[in-house]
């Protein structure tokens, strides 16, 4: 059992203090007597102590027992119940959730009760605020993905910017155009344009933002329902984009706006086709008008009863020859007209595959006979309206498998010039050509719903037709469509990264400040994590870059689908010997862009960022080189994995790139290409952040400052 | 009284032509806007049936070339033309056409118009 200290002091200090009393008595008594009365005293007394001291000791003892035994009784009733409760509620004040405390004694049973309430009040106040929290954390997360998950599949490009221009949100449509914008060597892929916390005034006149969020605003000053505003506006590459701007306002009414989300469409296409038939339209109407004025005014002479026979044929020929040539023109423009048709109902872009796997698997639904997808030209792209398209097929389909009982259907889809045949052709017997023409004008019957389309309405949907046709001799017929090609080339399925790293709404949050860049937390800043393969170790005397690799970092975010990967022709020799290092041979750079055209993009990607890399002072050195003659100057400040490892591991031997990564548990992939190297770095980089933090560097002014004093910085490249 | 017809297009001359010589005119021809404006100058006609888009020169350039020269200024000028937008007629305005008349007309108006101008 503990010994309760307060207790044993409360029981033993009665007594003590008794025997001090009753000793300083005896003192005093003392101290007043002359010497005779204390030789008197001490004769008298000095006997009795043998015989009686005892007594008055045992006296003594008897009190401080009783002392003791009382004290015990007060302590125990009075202090211990207060030190209990004092401690229980201590607890409770530490967690909410401990149990109610349950009363010592009587005498603090009211005490214990009001406490208790407090306590239950209070765990009932916390459990409330967060259940409120998680749910609203919840709905938070499922609004973001159901946003991420819409606007990945909208056909549109959509770009969410905050006021600062810097992109919040994107989709996959806005990074397929601004690829198609973008004039940087290829392998950049437009992501100097696109990228979370990336200006967009790279690619749209900041001065036309500005003036459509004036609109906007004077618009929700007036009270306006509909407050988007639309503009054009032309791209250093030649295109028309459509903009329209919609204001992101809080949810409270009268609150600034926060940012805007703007829908991109490239209308240059569309704008050259309009113009075109604009011109048309407007080319015929003049020359109607002139030819027709020529056919009225001869007619009016016509009139004239005293006509000479020669007048005559003369007025007759002018108004022949002016009918004949705007029959021509009329014909002229049709021929042009009809390509243009079929963009007028909205089509999507479909790989033949796809199709013709949806549209047997429709079939056979329908039909319940086997269909098999014969014949399917790879990589075809056509535009459709793959609904109606598949419809009709099945709506054949079935008008077929009720006709013939053993009947086998195959789909065939080919280029044929600028359209594409789509095939259904069955086995089994012939077809009168009025039920044909039956199935192909009438209205289609899907299960028991009546369609208001026909077949022919279907095909004609696609600018395009459909037809019966008949093998000769082989037996087999086939219902051909005649469905428009896409007119422009999907971009290559591009490998997109994993949704979420396309949104990061914490920028909304992010305040442009670059210029005391030394003041900001590094877990704000944007950094631009790169490294170099090289031809050798020396700039000075003509190594050059042969590729260059990056990543970036946004908000503590690795961004992996916003990378940079580029080879670089160096222009010269690379050195058998540096191969093993770099594994990059001399055919693999051929025809790749030179460093003049590859620095201004990286410059570009690297905009508005810091600098990483390892040991970055090497990569740091080839680019410096290059300042004089590609014009492009790396200014923004640079930070090194190598020099902050060795601040927050500072007695380690080691700080290779593998070692370091090891030591934190970063895995280690494609060593020794700059795009792997860059992407470990960046890693390592996000690994030691926080160690940083635990040392009390959390700006980039401490995180540069601390470079400096580290061991390594003293030694120079 | 001259006047000359200014047009590219054959088969509107035709009829233009017979029909102002049997209205008593004297008519010049005239296939491009230089040789109309040539035509003005050494004929000086009365009036002036204008196409408004010819070869070398629109009948617009022409009309404001005549109303620049002092010596010819006062010629009437009736703007023919296939070109009926209203920024069209702003601009035969603006140039300082007479009267305009926007392809097809009906000649008995034609007629009447001339008339008009000439009285």
């Known amino acids: 059992m503990k010994v309760d200290r307060g207790l044993v002091l409360a029981m033993v200090l009665p007594g003590l203090l008794l025997a001090i009393w009753l000793v300083a008595g005896v003192a005093l008594l003392w101290v007043t007597l002359d010497a005779a009365q204390r030789g008197a005293i001490g004769a008298a007394v000095g006997p009795l102590v043998e015989t009686h001291g005892v007594l008055p000791f045992a006296w003594w003892a008897v009190a401080a027992g009783l002392a003791a035994w009382a004290a015990q009784r007060l302590y125990v009733a009075h202090v211990q119940p207060h030190a209990r409760l ?18 010592p004694t009587v005498a603090v049973g009211d005490l214990t009760g009001a406490i208790n309430a407090l306590a239950d009040e209070r765990r009932a106040l916390v459990e409330n605020t967060e259940r409120l929290v998680a749910e609203a954390s919840r709905g938070v997360a499922e609004e973001r993905d159901q946003l991420g998950a819409l606007m990945a599949e909208l056909h549109q490009s959509v770009v969410v910017c905050n006021l600062a221009g810097r992109m919040l949100l994107y989709n996959g449509r806005a990074r397929s155009l601004f690829r198609r914008l973008s004039q940087a060597p290829r392998a950049m892929g437009g992501s100097e344009l696109v990228g979370l ?13 500005a003036h459509a969020l004036e609109t906007v605003e004077r618009r929700i000053a007036r009270g306006e329902a509909t407050v988007t505003t639309r503009f054009v506006t032309g791209t250093p590459a030649g295109h028309l984009l459509l903009v329209s701007l919609a204001p992101v306002r809080p949810a409270t009414r009268d609150g600034a706006l926060t940012g805007y989300v703007l829908l991109l469409d490239d209308i240059t296409d569309d704008y050259a ?47 022949r020859e002016e009918v004949a040539a705007m029959g021509q023109r009329l014909a002229a423009l ?5 390509q243009d048709l079929m963009t007028r109902w909205p089509l999507q872009e479909m790989l033949a595959t796809d199709l013709a796997a949806a549209a047997a698997r429709q079939i056979e639904a329908a039909t319940g006979r086997p269909v098999a997808v014969a014949e399917v030209e790879a990589d075809l792209w056509i535009n459709v309206d793959s609904f109606a398209l598949i419809e009709a097929l099945s709506f054949l389909g079935r008008r077929l498998a009720d006709a013939f009982d053993q009947t086998e259907f195959r789909l065939r889809l080919s280029g044929a010039g600028t359209r594409a045949h789509l095939d259904l052709i069955w086995t089994g017997g012939n077809v009168s050509s009025e039920t044909l023409a039956d199935w192909e004008s009438g209205p289609m019957q899907i299960g028991g719903e009546r369609s208001p389309l026909s077949v022919r309405d279907v095909a004609e949907r696609h600018g395009g037709e459909v037809w019966f046709e008949r093998d000769r001799g082989q037996g087999p017929g086939f219902f051909r469509f005649l469905l428009p090609l896409a007119s422009v080339e999907l971009d290559a399925a591009a490998p997109l990264a994993a949704r979420p790293e396309f949104y990061d ?51 503590g975010k690795l961004l992996r689908g916003e990378s940079f990967d580029q080879l670089v022709d160096p222009g010269r020799s690379i050195p058998e010997a540096s191969i093993p290092f770099h594994g990059i041979r001399p055919e693999m750079v051929r025809g790749q862009p030179l460093i003049g055209e590859v620095l201004p993009a990286f410059h570009a990607f690297a905009e508005d960022t810091v600098l990483v890399g390892h040991n970055v002072a090497f990569d740091m050195r080839f680019l410096k080189l290059k300042e004089d003659t590609t014009g492009v100057r790396f200014e923004q400040p ?7 490892a060795s601040v927050v591991h500072p007695k380690e031997e080691s700080q290779s790139l593998e070692a370091i990564a090891g030591r934190l548990g970063v895995e280690v992939r494609a060593r020794h290409s700059a795009a792997g190297d860059a992407l470990t770095t960046a890693q390592v ?33 | 009284m001259k006047v000359l017809i200014a047009d590219d297009e054959p088969n509107i001359v035709i009829s233009l032509e017979f029909m102002m010589k049997r209205e008593g005119y004297e008519v010049i021809v005239a296939r491009d806007g230089k040789q109309a404006l040539d035509a003005i100058r050494r004929e000086r006609p009365a009036l002036v049936l204008l196409d408004a888009m010819m070869p070398e020169m629109t009948g617009f350039d022409v009309c404001a070339a005549v109303r620049s020269d002092e010596t010819v200024r006062d010629t009437r000028i009736l703007m023919l033309t296939a070109k009926g937008r209203e920024t069209d007629l702003a601009r035969g305005a603006g140039v300082g056409v007479d009267a305009y ?14 008339k008009e101008l000439l009285a």
């Open chain 1, 86 to 103: 004092t401690d229980a509620t201590r607890v409770l004040l530490r967690d909410p959730r401990a149990p109610a405390i349950e009363a």
């Open chain 1, 197 to 209: 916390g990336r200006s967009i005034f790279g690619v749209i006149d900041q001065a036309l933002i």
């Open chain 1, 273 to 319: 086709q309009q113009s075109r038939r604009d011109g048309q339209l407007l080319e015929l109407t003049e020359a109607s008008r002139a030819s027709l004025a020529s056919v009225q005014a001869a007619l009016d002479m016509l009139e004239y009863p005293d006509l000479g026979p020669e007048d005559r044929e003369r007025f007759h020929g002018v108004v």
């Open chain 1, 334 to 338: 049709d021929a042009g007209a009809s």
């Open chain 1, 505 to 555: 709404f914490d920028l909304f949050a992010a305040t442009e400040s670059t210029n005391a860049l030394d003041d900001r937390p590094l877990t704000e800043l944007a950094y631009t994590v790169f490294d170099s393969e090289t031809t050798g170790l020396d700039p000075a005397s003509g190594d050059e870059i042969i590729q260059l690799g990056a990543v970036r970092i946004v908000n």
């Open chain 1, 638 to 644: 640079v930070l090194d994995t190598l020099l902050l």
């Open chain 1, 685 to 717: 980089f996000l690994k030691i952040l926080p160690l940083l933090g635990e040392r009390g560097i959390s700006t980039l002014g401490a995180a540069r400052a601390a470079s400096e004093s580290s061991y390594y910085a003293r030694l120079r490249y």
């Open chain 2, 101 to 114: 008349m926007t392809k097809p007309f009906s000649t008995r108006d034609l007629v009447a118009k001339v």
